[in-house]
């Protein structure tokens, strides 16, 4: 009987038509906050890049991995430094909360190589994973969860970045069909940073003679 029930609220589930996807609509950075755009509207500038469609990416070969569904050349480049904290708030299509509970939530860094990140073109970047959340320690409950109740996802930058312009890829991948040959849904967003050096003040400190 248990069974059953189980299989029946699993079959109800992924047949209630979703309204199911998303975006990054506002990032924070040490404290200060940038909203994103919707999807396909007319766009306001933005260090997000904006995508045209809240579906999924389907497939690791998409060339939509990159930064999301068609995604645009965003018109800023925000001010960050080695260690900055970011927070991103996910949104459903209709300005409610992120949809989905179950899967990780990655973040990949890459250099804007030879131009400013509002010009560079992602097809070939060089991406390299800084963080990863997954199951909450002790429980089956996925870090995806809190983005469901609403709470941003914290991403800390490395403390060791080289000056320089970098994508921020921000991706959550969606589980809850993934029982099914290709049902995993990817939802990648690219943000767009300048990388200030950290310098020693000791370095600028003269010593005045009598």
Request: include cysteine.
């Amino acid at each position: 009987m248990h069974t059953f029930l189980l299989l029946s609220l699993l079959i109800l589930r992924n047949a209630c038509p979703a309204k199911a996807h998303g975006y990054v609509a506002q990032v924070s950075i040490d404290g200060e906050i940038y909203m994103g755009n919707v999807p396909n509207a007319q766009p306001s500038p933005s260090i997000v890049r904006q995508i045209d469609d809240i579906s999924p990416v389907k497939g690791a070969s998409n060339p939509y991995m990159n930064c999301g569904q068609a995604a645009q050349l965003a018109a800023l480049v925000a001010d960050a430094n080695p260690g900055s904290q970011f927070q991103f708030w996910w949104k459903d299509g209709d300005g409610t909360n992120w949809p989905h509970d179950i899967g990780p939530i990655m973040t990949y860094m890459a250099s804007c190589v030879g131009t400013t990140c509002d010009k560079y073109n992602s097809t070939n970047a060089e991406w390299f994973k800084i963080e990863e959340t997954g199951l909450e320690p002790g429980n089956m409950t996925w870090y995806q969860q809190n983005i469901m109740d609403g709470w941003p996802a914290n991403v800390t930058l490395p403390s060791n970045l080289e000056p320089g312009q970098y994508l921020i890829r921000h991706e959550i991948i969606a589980l809850h069909l993934a029982t099914e040959l290709g049902g995993a849904e990817f939802y990648p967003s690219c943000t767009q940073v300048r990388m200030y050096p950290v310098f020693s003040y000791a370095r600028f400190t003269y010593i005045r003679s009598g």
